[in-house]
């Protein structure tokens, strides 16, 4: 139970729902829509232990189940709706080891969010656009529009003004605490000069965070009006791609990349981001003959940060948004036409010595998800066996 979710709607429920569900049972489902659209979730059937919600409850989060603000907690009663302040949604399910029932069933979708304000946070630098039919409402023009650091100037269009502001420059601060790093900027909308002023001075708090297992993007208006709040959640720009030698000077372009068998393959997979303070390791990579499938047919190179093939080796990265490695071309590809290589890659922070980056090979009973990291599914290929060596391979 549990998971990743991505699509525009569907339906949660509890295990074995309508029968009764198992005891000491956690799942974590975290929806994710597109940018600029909320969650709305609704309860259709819940039935657990009753009371105090103290045993058997069903949670929902505002955003990224560790750090967001908790919605509510219920076991039973009326069919509640939530929606969300973002475009992410965490619900936990959790049964202690007593009484079972029933247990639950709601229904998600994405509703569109207000447009007035948008916030982006791209590898890069972030981008908040403000609408400027929203300015004139409140009797403000484009040419009012500042950013903090005024030498920062927007790009003014028929319908927007649409700000791209670096993570290190614009007068951009960079914080950082236990679980997150934050950056944040400010916008101001301010009517002219004038000693008196009649209408009050707008002010748009930006702020990019990189949270236990995602990006967040939080704009809100301040200074005596309506307060508006922008959330986004995205994930981070990852590449991954073959070399032609353990220089990693050259990337392979070629689709698909020949090769013959027992032939080293080089990889380098990198993080684009301009934060400098962050690093990635290689988790998980497993090849598979199908680029959607790597559990049916699956060759694993690595696990958990365990080698399980005894020609894999990591090379040295001058750089921590750069992890290299090499496996040979194995068995496995002398069998199949072509074959897709998935990679589990995890973000942390530099020097985070307790987060997953630094901690090796670890069985999945005692992963542990650090306070600031990221994992990222890449699929790169295909590889495909050159012709003549399928033979040379046999009378080997």
Known sequence: ???????????????FYPGSYPNNTDCVWEIQVENNFRVMLTFRDIAMQSGRCQYDYVEVYDGPPHSSPLLGRLCSG????????????????????????????????????DHNTTLLCLPDYMRAVVSRD???????????????????????TSHE?????????????????NDTINYSNM??????????????????????????????????????TVDV???QFGRYDMHIGFYDSSSFLRQVRDSPYYIDLNQNVYVQASLHSSDQNLT???????????PHDFNSLAYDIIRNGCVRDSSYAT?????????????????FISRHALVYLQCELVVCRLGDYSSRCYRGCISRSKRETSSAEEKVNVVVGSLKLREGSRNAGKVE
Not at 1 to 15: A, E, K, N, V, Y
Not at 86 to 110: E, L
Not at 161 to 177: K, L, S, W
């Open 1 to 15: 139970c549990g998971g990743s979710i991505s699509d525009s709607s569907g339906m949660l429920q509890s295990p």
């Open 78 to 113: 009326s069919f509640p709706t939530y929606t969300s302040s973002s475009n992410m949604m965490t619900v936990r399910f959790h049964s202690d080891s007593r009484y079972t029932f029933r247990g639950f069933q709601a229904h998600y979708s994405s509703i569109p969010a």
């Open 134 to 156: 929203y300015l004139q409402s409140q009797g403000y023009s484009a040419q009012m529009v500042t950013l903090n650091d005024n030498r920062c100037q927007p790009t003014v």
């Open 161 to 177: 003004v649409v700000f791209n502001i670096p993570y290190n420059g614009c007068g951009t601060i960079r914080e950082e605490n």
């Open 187 to 224: 916008i101001k909308v301010t009517s002219s000069g004038h000693i008196i002023r009649r209408k009050k001075t707008i002010h748009l708090h930006i702020s990019c965070k990189m949270l236990q297992n995602t990006w967040t993007q939080i704009m809100y208006v301040a200074e005596d």
């Open 229 to 231: 709040n922008e959330n």
């Open 280 to 290: 990635i390791f290689v988790d998980t990579c497993v090849a598979s003959p199908d």
């Open 315 to 331: 090379y040295y990265s001058p750089y921590g948004h750069f992890a290299r490695f090499k496996f040979n071309a194995f068995e």
